[in-house]
């Protein structure tokens, strides 16, 4: 196929579940049986296009990967920056390695299986429920339309996540992942709680969608100044570029150590999207949305989307730890992944929520693959990232498929207040629900790496070989981390097969487990298909140098194929002594794969001894009650990290909120300030009125009535009779006249006038 053609292909993988979600929002939101068609076509034209675009990666020549791995490369100039006549522009494109092309392979894959999955859950087909917001037991949900829509903008921005050639599409993805986890969290966003103290504790969607939202917004924020300084150390937003070896060799000349501050403000986006500590308390509490919800965030998008983001970046980050892998960046990275891992698995122990426990466990594998990037594990970290792509979301469904179970036998007894994702309250289920039970089961033996079978064991032996690796290079943070992977990994097969026991095993331990059922064929047939990938996954990354298997396969197809997507750029930094070691094939040790056998083997024993051999009856105590004492009461309320959080940051911020913004800030200053700047002019204004009133007032009212008062008086000689004007006139005339005269002819007088006037001065 040709390298249009592939191009064309790549920019279409993302359109079909966006276009899919425009035409529901605006078309077909009233119709549920259309709306999840719509969806349906639109994920099934990106696996069918994905995988066409991966398979074509996959059969190109090794070699030449290796010297060109960007297969599929298309942009478009985008924005103009800089000089505008100068050419300039900020390019946006879409770009396949095989990198790429596997991410491709199980995001599809996955995403299909869960759409496909959806329109059994929400019950299509059944009587139409008629309460919107919560859950409509056994009852088709009456907002299909909306839900299949966000789960289609869901699908198309990871996508679009994953084929982005650039940090700034990435982040565009990425933030539109955010928008729609806080959408379908909060899906049923008028359900409450009515909890007595032995319920598992629950929040309402709404506050478990708007505590995600916040919490991962606090990682992207310094994850875009992170992107920000990229561009200005860079150039350029694009990872074949920023990413050469020149390129990463000019930014070490100019920042020095300083690059390393760079990764690690990318590295705080991964933190608070695959949910790492400290950042880790929105995921747990995601389990509010519907389970295939919970599904696309833990398996097929969101938190992958953190690890396949620092994965991408991974030269920057080797670059960042420097040629001896012992700077702060390793420490921090590794440290945080080894220490997440391991506080994860801890409180899935203690866990009863269903769901709950695998929220845990996806945190833990999470830090796995954290740590791996840490210690310079970059295949082992994307063979996991894959690997537990396909079997969690086999898990979250098959989990989904017991409380769906579990609903059906609560609406068959008419019980309402058990809740149906309590363990305690199950039991059994393995006849009850043949399907989901084997299903599970696999899935269940993938997470715990049960030895040569699972894909789980092979991805999780590869980053226990890569630890042990780096400490036989003379690097303590090796030991350190396959010691805390290697406790994490026990007690993950340990809760691992409690969780199958307590929801399978033995007899049902309430009438809701006694009456439950298998789920529809909508459901079960995904369970089925993610099945094999759980399995047979993992067999692609068999290495060539373990016992017996390695020289019968003979072909780490997984190692050279993801390999290749930056062995050309690790050699070249090798050569340079910019990182600690390029991409290699182990040598194969004894002692990373004991540790695997032993823990993985070892935990599924000690859970199976505790919770299996004498499966719990019904009002039974937990086993581990009473010999952890308050250390179970400690994990079961999850380290006191959210009791924490609310002393140390969600308090102070109410109380700085409520005291210092609102009633100092807001009232006090803003609205004092206004205050007074009101009263002044309020002061100014009364002034103004009252020289108004007292010159526009009464001055001009003094002078009105004075010309009132002269027009009284001359209206009395206005009496509109021509007689009497004619006699006035007469009058005055005759006065006049006869002062002329005398004035005139009678001087004599005039002269006597004079002398008196001149004897009075």
Same mark, same amino acid.
């Given at each position: 196929?040709?390298?249009?053609?592939?191009?064309?292909?790549?920019?279409?993988?993302? /359109?079909?579940?966006?276009?899919?979600?425009? /035409?529901?929002?605006?078309?077909?939101?009233?119709?549920?049986?259309?709306?999840?068609?719509?969806?349906?076509?639109? /994920?099934?034209?990106?696996?069918?296009?994905?995988?066409?675009?991966?398979?074509?990666?996959?059969?190109?020549?090794?070699?030449?990967?290796?010297?060109?791995?960007?297969?599929?490369?298309?942009?478009?100039?985008?924005?103009? =920056?800089?000089?505008?006549?100068?050419?300039?522009?900020?390019?946006?494109?879409?770009?396949?390695?095989?990198?790429?092309?596997?991410?491709?392979?199980?995001?599809?894959?996955?995403?299909?299986?869960?759409?496909? &999955?959806?329109?059994?859950?929400?019950?299509?087909?059944?009587?139409?429920?008629?309460?919107?917001?919560?859950?409509?037991?056994?009852?088709?949900?009456?907002?299909?339309?909306?839900? %299949?829509?966000?789960?289609?903008?869901?699908?198309?921005?990871?996508?679009?996540?994953?084929?982005?050639?650039?940090?700034?599409?990435?982040? /565009?993805?990425?933030?539109?992942?955010?928008?729609?986890?806080?959408?379908?969290?909060?899906?049923?966003? *008028?359900?409450?709680?009515?909890?007595?103290?032995?319920?598992?504790?629950?929040?309402?969607?709404?506050?478990?969608?708007?505590?995600?939202?916040?919490?991962?917004?606090?990682?992207?924020?310094?994850?875009?100044?992170?992107?920000?300084?990229?561009?200005?150390? %860079?150039?350029?937003?694009?990872?074949?570029?920023?990413?050469?070896?020149?390129?990463?060799?000019?930014?070490?000349?100019?920042?020095?150590?300083?690059?390393?501050?760079?990764?690690?403000?990318?590295?705080?986006?991964?933190?608070?999207?695959?949910?790492?500590?400290?950042?880790?308390?929105?995921?747990?509490?995601?389990?509010?949305?519907?389970?295939?919800?919970?599904?696309?965030?833990?398996?097929?998008?969101?938190?992958?989307?953190?690890? &396949?983001?620092?994965?991408?970046?991974?030269?920057?980050?080797?670059?960042?730890?420097?040629?001896?892998?012992?700077s702060a960046v390793s420490w921090i990275i590794a440290g945080i992944g080894a220490f997440t891992a391991f506080m994860a698995a801890t409180i899935a122990v203690a866990q009863y929520d269903v769901k709950g426990v695998l929220a845990y466990s996806t945190i833990s594998q999470l830090g796995f693959m954290v740590a791996a990037l840490g210690v310079g594990g970059y295949i082992a970290a994307a063979f996991h990232l894959i690997t537990h792509g396909f079997f969690k979301a086999l898990l979250?469904?098959?989990?989904?498929?017991?409380?769906?179970?579990?609903?059906?036998?609560?609406?068959?007894?008419?019980?309402?207040?058990?809740?149906?994702?309590?363990?305690?309250?199950? $039991?059994?289920?393995?006849?009850?629900?043949?399907?989901?039970?084997?299903?599970?089961?696999?899935?269940?033996?993938?997470?715990?790496?049960?030895?040569?079978?699972?894909?789980?064991?092979?991805?999780?032996?590869?980053?226990?070989?890569? *630890?042990?690796?780096?400490?036989?290079?003379?690097?303590?943070?090796?030991?350190?981390?396959?010691?805390?992977?290697?406790?994490?990994?026990?007690?993950? *097969?340990? &809760?691992?097969?409690?969780?199958?026991?307590?929801?399978?095993?033995?007899?049902?331990?309430?009438?809701?487990?006694?009456?439950?059922?298998?789920?529809?064929?909508?459901?079960?047939?995904?369970?089925?298909?993610?099945?094999?990938?759980?399995?047979?996954?993992?067999?692609?990354?068999?290495?060539?140098? %373990?016992?017996?298997? $390695?020289?019968?396969?003979?072909?780490?197809?997984?190692?050279?194929?993801?390999?290749?997507?930056?062995?050309?750029?690790?050699?070249?930094?090798?050569?340079?002594?910019?990182?600690? *070691?390029?991409?290699?094939?182990?040598?194969?040790?004894?002692?990373?794969?004991?540790?695997?056998?032993?823990?993985?083997?070892?935990?599924?024993? =000690?859970?199976?001894?505790?919770?299996?051999?004498?499966?719990?009856?019904?009002?039974?105590?937990?086993?581990?009650?009473?010999?952890?004492?308050?250390?179970?009461?400690?994990?079961?309320?999850?380290?006191?990290?959210?009791?924490?959080?609310?002393?140390?940051?969600?308090?102070?911020?109410?109380?700085?909120?409520?005291?210092? =913004?609102?009633?100092?800030?807001?009232?006090?200053?803003?609205? $004092?300030?206004?205050?007074?700047?009101?009263?002044? %002019?309020?002061?100014?204004?009364?002034?103004?009125?009252?020289?108004?009133?007292?010159?526009?007032?009464?001055?001009?009212?003094?002078?009105?009535?004075?010309?009132?008062?002269?027009?009284?008086?001359?209206?009395?000689?206005?009496?509109?009779?021509?007689?009497?004007?004619?006699?006035?006139?007469?009058?005055?005339?005759? =006065?006049?006249?006869?002062?002329?005269?005398?004035?005139?002819? &009678?001087?004599?007088?005039?002269?006597?006038?004079?002398?008196?006037?001149?004897?009075?001065?």
């Amino acid at each position: 196929m040709s390298e249009e053609t592939l191009a064309l292909l790549t920019w279409l993988i993302p /359109v079909g579940p966006l276009l899919a979600f425009f /035409v529901i929002v605006l078309f077909a939101n009233r119709s549920r049986t259309l709306s999840w068609v719509l969806a349906w076509l639109g /994920v099934f034209s990106s696996l069918i296009l994905g995988w066409t675009v991966a398979l074509n990666v996959a059969t190109t020549n090794m070699l030449q990967l290796e010297m060109h791995p960007t297969v599929v490369a298309s942009a478009i100039e985008w924005l103009p =920056v800089g000089d505008y006549f100068q050419g300039t522009w900020l390019k946006m494109g879409v770009a396949v390695d095989p990198l790429t092309a596997v991410m491709l392979i199980m995001v599809t894959f996955a995403v299909t299986m869960i759409f496909i &999955y959806s329109v059994g859950y929400h019950n299509w087909g059944a009587p139409l429920g008629t309460i919107l917001g919560v859950p409509n037991h056994m009852r088709e949900e009456p907002l299909l339309g909306r839900f %299949f829509a966000y789960m289609s903008l869901f699908a198309g921005a990871m996508l679009l996540l994953v084929v982005a050639d650039n940090l700034l599409l990435l982040f /565009v993805g990425w933030e539109i992942m955010g928008f729609c986890s806080y959408s379908l969290i909060g899906f049923w966003h *008028a359900r409450d709680y009515h909890l007595s103290p032995e319920n598992i504790p629950h929040i309402p969607p709404r506050y478990a969608a708007v505590k995600a939202f916040l919490t991962t917004r606090v990682a992207d924020v310094v994850m875009l100044l992170g992107i920000v300084w990229f561009y200005r150390v %860079f150039g350029t937003l694009n990872f074949s570029e920023a990413l050469s070896a020149h390129s990463l060799e000019e930014a070490v000349l100019r920042l020095g150590p300083a690059l390393g501050v760079m990764a690690l403000l990318l590295f705080t986006g991964t933190v608070g999207k695959s949910a790492q500590w400290p950042l880790h308390v929105w995921l747990p509490d995601a389990m509010e949305g519907p389970t295939p919800v919970s599904a696309v965030i833990h398996a097929a998008a969101m938190v992958s989307a953190g690890v &396949y983001m620092i994965i991408r970046i991974y030269p920057l980050i080797a670059v960042g730890a420097g040629p001896e892998g012992t700077s702060a960046v390793s420490w921090i990275i590794a440290g945080i992944g080894a220490f997440t891992a391991f506080m994860a698995a801890t409180i899935a122990v203690a866990q009863y929520d269903v769901k709950g426990v695998l929220a845990y466990s996806t945190i833990s594998q999470l830090g796995f693959m954290v740590a791996a990037l840490g210690v310079g594990g970059y295949i082992a970290a994307a063979f996991h990232l894959i690997t537990h792509g396909f079997f969690k979301a086999l898990l979250f469904l098959a989990s989904g498929s017991v409380i769906h179970g579990m609903e059906h036998g609560a609406h068959h007894v008419h019980d309402h207040h058990t809740d149906p994702q309590d363990m305690r309250f199950m $039991g059994g289920l393995r006849h009850k629900m043949p399907v989901t039970f084997w299903t599970f089961f696999i899935g269940g033996m993938a997470l715990s790496g049960l030895p040569l079978v699972t894909a789980g064991f092979w991805s999780k032996d590869e980053i226990f070989a890569e *630890a042990w690796h780096l400490f036989e290079r003379g690097n303590a943070l090796g030991l350190i981390v396959l010691i805390m992977l290697a406790i994490a990994a026990f007690l993950t *097969a340990f &809760y691992t097969m409690r969780q199958i026991s307590l929801t399978f095993l033995g007899k049902p331990r309430s009438p809701l487990a006694e009456h439950a059922h298998e789920s529809n064929r909508f459901m079960t047939i995904p369970l089925v298909l993610l099945a094999i990938f759980a399995v047979g996954a993992g067999w692609l990354g068999i290495p060539e140098s %373990f016992p017996v298997l $390695g020289p019968l396969v003979n072909n780490n197809f997984f190692h050279h194929f993801v390999g290749a997507t930056i062995y050309e750029t690790m050699a070249e930094l090798e050569s340079l002594h910019l990182v600690n *070691a390029a991409i290699e094939t182990l040598p194969f040790s004894w002692t990373p794969l004991s540790a695997s056998l032993i823990v993985a083997l070892g935990g599924l024993f =000690v859970g199976w001894w505790i919770y299996g051999r004498r499966a719990l009856v019904k009002d039974q105590q937990d086993p581990l009650v009473r010999p952890l004492g308050p250390l179970h009461v400690f994990l079961n309320h999850k380290w006191y990290w959210d009791e924490l959080y609310q002393v140390l940051f969600i308090r102070p911020t109410i109380f700085i909120s409520e005291r210092v =913004v609102y009633e100092f800030i807001d009232k006090g200053v803003i609205d $004092g300030t206004l205050h007074l700047i009101a009263r002044a %002019f309020y002061k100014f204004g009364s002034y103004m009125k009252r020289t108004e009133e007292l010159v526009f007032g009464q001055a001009v009212d003094w002078v009105k009535d004075q010309f009132l008062a002269m027009t009284r008086i001359s209206r009395q000689l206005q009496t509109g009779k021509i007689q009497e004007y004619v006699l006035v006139s007469v009058l005055i005339i005759a =006065v006049l006249t006869a002062v002329i005269l005398a004035v005139n002819y &009678y001087g004599p007088v005039n002269e006597w006038f004079s002398q008196i006037a001149l004897f009075v001065n």
